[in-house]
């Protein structure tokens, strides 16, 4: 089976410009979510999709948005970029509820 | 809400030694998940716990979820040098799935 797919692998946005970066998930799993990695704070959630709907949401503002499509791929949109935002996104899909994620090689955003 | 703290945040060990990382939530824990991400690479499953007091082994690892599932450990036992990486544990509560991830122990193996 293939793994996790994240497009792009790397972006350079400025400040104000917004963003979207896309997940495809392994094959038949339903379940996407993403988490944004920065070395001062670690991994945090950001959301989880679920055959199209949100399910779970993380304590980020509204400018972090995203959406899952039928086929299960996912999408992740950060409006009015800003310095902090800086960071590798990881998406993780999963063929359950609670079971093991598998995480994509991520997307590193650099905001300048 | 629910906050899952680990520690140490940084350990170094000559290769051959043992290393322990530590795991606390604040709440109760349904499940606890352990994940190795290698130094330029994204995190890797490695093991999911679900019941009070439970113990398992991979090989030199030794995963342990305490018995108010409040806490858990990784033992790396005669660490070698693939043993390097972050290694971050990650546990969802009661009410809900979302995984909450420690800030991760980094570990360094010298030879």
């Known amino acids: 089976k293939a793994g996790v797919t994240q497009t792009p692998r790397y972006l350079i946005k400025t400040r104000g410009q917004q963003v979207t970066l896309s997940c495809s998930p392994i094959s038949g799993h339903r379940s996407v979510s993403w988490y944004q990695q920065t070395p001062g704070q670690g991994l945090q959630f950001l959301f989880e999709y679920f055959s199209e709907t949100q399910r779970n949401k993380g304590n980020f503002p509204g400018r972090f948005s995203g959406r899952q499509f039928s086929n299960s791929r996912s999408e992740m949109n950060v409006s009015t970029l800003e310095l902090g935002d800086s960071a590798l996104y990881l998406c993780a899909s999963t063929a359950g509820r609670g079971g093991e994620q598998y995480f994509g090689p991520g997307t590193r955003l650099t905001v300048t | 809400g629910q906050q899952v703290m680990q520690i140490p945040q940084y350990q170094h060990v000559q290769e051959g030694e043992d290393f322990t990382t530590y795991c606390n939530s604040s709440?109760?824990?349904?499940?606890i998940q352990w994940y190795k991400q290698r130094p330029g690479g994204h995190p890797v499953f490695l093991i999911q716990l679900v019941k009070s007091g439970e113990v398992k082994k991979q090989k030199r690892l030794t995963f342990q979820f305490g018995e108010a599932k409040k806490n858990s450990s990784l033992h790396i036992t005669a660490t070698q040098t693939t043993d390097v990486g972050t290694y971050f544990c990650?546990?969802?509560?009661?009410?809900?799935?979302?995984?909450?991830f420690g800030k991760g122990t980094s570990l360094l193996v010298t030879p």
């Open positions: 709440t109760t824990l349904s499940n």
């Open positions: 990650a546990g969802s509560g009661n009410s809900g799935y979302a995984l909450n």
